[in-house]
């Protein structure tokens, strides 16, 4: 399947840098010219017929109004973008000033739509300075492992090894949180290696339809380096900024059963679409198929993903797909005391900051600043407490967790602070029993 058969959504960062282009200045020949090979493409390739003549005609008014006699082909590109979307609401339809890919793609000849040599030299070099979209990895605590995966590149004979060495990683937890917020999209072969290592080999996934051509299966794969991580609770956090291949991911996610959708509705782009160069220097994109799923027989387009958890601040997705994990993983009849133990540890920040406790009067926290044991002290400045284990080490701030006087500390998660009436209880990870500090 072609580079171009499931792109990112607005290029989904895969785009070449129109920024780094000197100003340029269009003339209205060109303008025109530009206008016509965009209806023109429209009308050979545009996945849905009947919906053609009511996109030239808009674009048709919007030239003949004037609001394409801009000089500015970026303005121009937004235009016809707006004006595309507006008729079509087809978030796969749009436009982009791009002359560096346009040079790239103009000179395909008979290659059809797939890559020429230059655009192949771009992608790697993109994939391997992004790691094929594999941004980031943690370990949260309660052993829950971490992915953020900002787009799916695509690179044959590279990006598998990058995809290894990540399941690799999450295979090593009792928990997976896969983080796509943002991320507008990419190529399918990502998606499909990443979905086989959380389904049985030979599963069919989408079926691509395109008029005039064959229907293309897409099948889980059997050899998988990493092997699989069938049976470990999955979370995947999605937003309003995600869109085409990003979604098929979480839609097969959900279609599948194989986990929970945590976040916002997604953006609503499922349509198959290709990338055609117009002079003298866009790069359109066109959607001219559409993917269909083995379970719904359907797909995501206009609609988008609903989440299975939806949350409505941004900021506390991760947090909410923590908390669900660590409740899931809190449930198992047979976890082990330790396990336990973390989880219960991991668990009391993640629900103080999806339920912050009731603040503290700062009088109250004023007075528990002092001296403590033989070396501690707390202090009391600009309405915090911050926190000293010895006279040669920074002061760390202290969060409160719970009403009942229970802190965690700056930069170490290992220890928790509780003031009480015998003094200062400081409790490590792992161990019930805290130490205690009189106050002197």
């Known amino acids: 399947m072609g580079r171009f058969t499931l792109a990112a959504l607005l290029c989904a960062g895969f785009c070449f840098p129109a920024w780094a282009q000197a100003p340029v200045t269009l003339s209205a020949d060109q303008r025109a010219v530009t206008v016509a090979a965009v209806i023109a493409q429209l009308k050979e390739t545009y996945v849905f017929p009947d919906k053609v ?13 004037g609001r394409y006699d801009v000089d500015n082909p970026t303005t ?3 235009r016809l973008t707006d004006d595309m979307h507006d008729a079509a609401h087809d978030h796969h339809l749009y436009i982009n000033y791009d002359p560096v ?40 605590p309660g052993n829950i492992r971490y992915l953020r995966i900002s787009g ?26 896969i983080d796509e917020r943002g991320n507008g999209g ?27 051509l064959p229907s ?89 993903v609903v989440p299975d958890v939806a949350v409505a601040d941004w900021g506390q997705t991760l947090d909410m797909a923590q908390s669900l994990a660590l409740t899931q993983l809190l449930k198992a009849s047979d976890i082990a005391p330790q396990t336990r133990a973390d989880g219960e540890w991991a668990q009391v920040p993640v629900e103080a900051r999806l339920h912050p406790p009731a603040a503290i009067a700062p009088t109250r926290l004023k007075g528990w600043a002092g001296h403590y044991g033989d070396r501690t002290e707390v202090g009391f400045r600009d309405g915090i407490l911050w926190y000293q284990p010895a006279p040669d080490a920074p002061p760390r701030r202290l969060t ?36 205690v500090q009189a106050r002197r």
Not at 416 to 432: H, I, S, V
Request: proline share 5%; net charge negative.
């Open 101 to 140: 890919q346009y040079e790239a793609a103009k000179h395909e000849g008979d290659a059809g739509p797939d890559v020429t040599p230059d655009q192949e030299a771009y992608f790697r070099a993109e994939a391997a300075r992004d790691n094929s979209g594999l941004v980031e990895t943690r370990i949260l």
């Open 53 to 65: 003549p009511a996109l030239v005609a808009a674009l048709e008014k919007a030239k003949a109004a």
């Open 400 to 435: 409160l967790l719970s009403t009942d006087g229970l802190f965690a500390i700056e930069g170490n998660d290992k220890v928790r602070a509780r003031f009480t009436t015998a003094g200062l209880e400081t409790y490590m990870r792992g161990n019930p029993t805290p130490r």
């Open 76 to 78: 121009l590109a937004a």
């Open 216 to 304: 293309q299966q897409s099948y889980t794969l059997d050899h998988l380096a990493a092997g699989r991580l069938k049976g470990k609770p999955l979370y995947v956090l999605v937003d309003n900024n995600v869109g085409s291949a990003a979604e098929e991911f979480a839609y097969s996610v959900q279609q599948f059963h194989l986990g929970q959708v945590v976040g916002a509705r997604t953006v609503g782009a499922a349509n198959n679409n290709r990338i055609f160069p117009i002079a003298p220097g866009f790069m359109l994109s066109v959607s001219f198929g559409r993917p269909e799923h083995p379970v719904s027989h359907g797909n995501w387009e206009g609609t988008g």
């Open 186 to 212: 990419g190529d399918h072969s990502a998606v499909r290696y990443l979905l086989s290592h959380f389904m049985d080999s030979g599963a069919p996934l989408m079926t691509f339809t395109a008029a005039g």
């Open 152 to 177: 799916f590149q695509w690179v044959d004979d590279e990006t598998g090894f990058a995809y290894d060495a990540a399941l690799r990683f999450l295979k090593g937890g009792d928990a997976v949180i």
